[in-house]
């Protein structure tokens, strides 16, 4: 009976020791949180081809202690995000990756309130999560849109960017947009091999970002 006392109070240890190791090694991985739209949640791809989930396997090979969690919705304007991020905030954010404001420019909408709404969705975030690593993913729309919004778009991202301490992809459909064989029927999806290589333009940003 001592032997069995002993043996089950020893398994019961290891047992114990189990738990606080998966325990501390779940506490130990890290949220990055991909918010954003279309772009984001991989419309017209496989969900293991969006970009955030191309981003993942990166980390995984780095074996950095990382999980992203792709919070893309279609058709999500800045509107929509700014609505949105507070029920998003109830999860974990160590590293904020944000990608909207796309779709206000295809419709139009003012430079200044698409601004103003990116603005306190990264003030949301902040508020919630002060010690979260920022990323900021800049856009550009056609000059067929006008030569002054075109450029004010433009401008916003860098602006944002600076006034917030954000790590910047200068442009996230760099070497994709506008390129006929990189980009679905539609002409504004990448497909497979262009989201490629937007997982590429935001991992040479958000690589330091993870390593630092």
């Known amino acids: 009976m001592g032997c069995n006392n002993k043996q089950a109070a020893d398994n019961t240890a290891n047992k114990e020791g189990a738990t606080k190791d998966t325990a501390a090694s779940t506490e130990a991985v890290k949220t990055i949180l991909f918010f954003g739209n279309s772009l984001t949640a991989g419309y017209g791809l496989d969900p293991t081809e969006a970009f955030p989930s191309l981003i993942q396997q990166k980390v995984d090979s780095m074996d950095l202690p ?108 760099e070497g994709v947009g506008g390129i006929r064989e990189l980009n679905q029927a539609d002409a504004i999806h990448p497909t497979a091999a262009g989201a490629k290589i937007v997982a590429e333009n935001v991992w040479t940003v958000l690589q330091p970002v993870l390593q630092q």
Do not use: C
Request: aromatic share 8%; proline share 6%.
């Open 66 to 173: 990382y999980k992203s969690v792709n919070a893309g919705v279609s058709g999500e304007t800045s509107a929509g995000g700014n609505s949105r991020i507070d029920w998003i905030l109830k999860q974990p954010v160590d590293v904020f990756v944000l990608e909207l404001g796309a779709n206000d420019g295809l419709r139009g909408i003012p430079v200044t309130e698409t601004k103003k709404n990116l603005h306190s969705i990264i003030d949301k975030v902040k508020a919630k999560y002060p010690q979260a690593k920022m990323v900021l993913a800049g856009m550009q729309v056609p000059p067929s849109m006008g030569q002054k919004y075109a450029e004010d778009f433009r401008k916003m991202f860098p602006d944002l960017a600076k006034k917030n301490d954000m790590a910047l992809v200068t442009f996230l459909l």
